[in-house]
């Protein structure tokens, strides 16, 4: 099947231009001078809209086990979402845990999304328990299974901490292998001191969650990783979820010194706050409990995250979406903030939110595509085949209309989920139509995708390293 998307302006990292595009079968095949494009072929009119490669979350948890529950978006529901948003690859976390086999956890994911995602998936790999067989297990995914990233947990003692010498050893491995090592970097340790502390004074409501949580235990933590992965001789380092400052600073100075240190934002962390999401009223703020925590909007976090995406000291806007309904699931912390599972969701919303910094003039429109597409196919070893406007690669292709308009609801939202994070924003843009290898999934608000045509992405290594 051929299509040909006319009169759209492509957009790239190097720039923007008008120009045709045409689709052969699942690939991009050429690109055209307006109105060079073949006659006789199925057409799709991008007049007055951006054409970009399709969005690529590089941090979701479907289905994700966490607090007694499960992330209440399934690979059918979250992927379907993705697609409403202009998302059309995601890279999810299998996950092995303290005394599981890895290769067991990565093939319990694999039947989780198998024939079930509308998009296409690839996986990282959480390690929840540093060993000697979780060390050769590196070795084999990476060679074997097109896995090439790894997960640690600096905190969460008991479910996915690893201590300082058990990252050094995977830092090492991944140094030999070529894998990235992403981090969450909170010191676990003290963190849950402080949330004991605040339990036994009675301070019980979701705002301690983020409280307890302080810019500094991200800080001192990230900072440690840094350190770590020099003396893994520059281990490729990836910091997730970033929110703060003090954390921005501390990768701000590794990249100035040339080191292979990259981190990822994500929109609640541009948009939200301790004090209007996290201390909402009695125990509306669970909706917004996550880790790393919303930071407070009295400090600069948000204008130093968007100057981080600017200078390319955060390389990436994910989403870190793991989302939970308030109803039966946020209440399970209920008298007890620790108890409230962690997660916001947001697959559906990223492309849109980050657009807006566009609108805002905190963005250039290069730099969006970059952060949302390009920098995640390269980053985590699926360039050229996604991230990019080109022929050869997959026809991911998104239309965006930038005098649309969108309005985020939980009454419109196409996740899982009972609430919106982002309830009554309005985005000055709107995803118009969402091509998947070559496939039109949405077009005019409607869905024409379908369940399992999403396939599982092997990744190679990391083009993105100094």
């Known amino acids: 099947m051929s299509l040909l998307i006319t009169g759209g302006t492509v957009v790239g990292p190097s720039g923007s231009y008008p120009a045709d595009v045409l689709v052969e079968g699942e690939k991009i095949a050429a690109l055209f001078v307006p109105g060079g494009g073949p006659d006789g072929v199925e057409t799709v009119d991008a007049t007055g809209k951006y054409v970009i490669p399709g969005g690529i979350d590089a941090h979701t948890h479907m289905e994700l086990p966490f607090g007694g529950t499960n992330a209440s978006d399934t690979f ?3 992927t379907r979402a993705a697609a409403f948003g202009g998302t059309t690859t995601i890279i999810d976390f299998a996950v092995q845990r303290t005394g599981e086999v890895v290769q067991d956890g990565l093939a319990a994911w694999h039947a989780k999304a198998e024939g079930n995602c509308h998009v296409d998936y690839a996986f990282h790999m959480i390690l929840g328990g540093v060993d000697d067989d979780s060390l050769k297990a590196m070795d084999q995914l990476v060679t074997d299974e097109g896995i090439s990233s790894f997960k640690l947990f600096m905190a969460y003692p008991g479910v996915f901490y690893s201590d300082d010498g058990q990252i050094l050893r995977a830092m090492q491995k991944a140094r030999d292998n070529g894998a990235m090592i ?130 390319n000291d955060l390389a990436i806007v994910s989403t870190d979406h793991c989302p939970f309904c308030f109803k039966d699931q946020k209440e399970l912390g209920l008298g007890d903030f620790s108890k409230i599972p962690n997660g916001i969701g947001g697959v559906e919303h990223r492309v849109d939110l980050v657009y807006q910094g566009v ?67 309005e985005i000055a843009g709107k995803v118009d139509t969402v091509i998947s290898r070559g496939t039109v999934v949405v077009a005019g608000g409607a869905y024409h995708g379908r369940k399992g045509h999403g396939r599982y992405l092997p990744r190679g290594l990391s083009s993105y390293l100094v």
């Open 182 to 311: 992403m981090m969450h970097a909170e010191n676990g340790i003290a963190i849950d001191v402080l949330v004991q502390q605040a339990l036994s004074r009675g301070e019980t409501d979701p705002v301690h969650h983020g409280l307890t949580r302080p810019e500094a235990m991200e800080a001192e933590a990230t900072h440690r990783a840094i350190r770590l992965a020099e003396v893994a001789q520059d281990c490729p380092l990836y910091i997730v979820h970033l929110s703060a400052s003090q954390a921005l600073e501390q990768v701000a100075a590794a990249r100035d010194a040339g080191r292979n240190v990259f981190a990822e934002t994500c929109p609640q962390y541009l948009y939200l706050t301790l004090e209007d999401q996290l201390g909402a009223p009695g125990f509306e703020g669970a909706k917004w409990v996550c880790s790393t925590p919303l930071r407070s909007g009295k400090e600069h976090h948000h204008r130093d995250l968007w100057k981080g995406l600017r200078s």
């Open 359 to 425: 609108v805002d003039g905190k963005l250039s429109l290069e730099r969006w595509v970059e952060t949302i597409s390009t920098t995640p196919a390269r980053m985590f070893g699926l360039y050229p085949r996604k991230g990019v406007i080109a022929p050869g690669s997959d026809a991911d292709i998104v239309l965006y209309d930038p005098a649309g308009r969108t309005r985020i609801s939980a009454e419109t939202h196409h996740m899982n989920m009972d609430h919106s994070a982002y309830e009554g924003y």
């Open 76 to 78: 059918d529901t979250g």
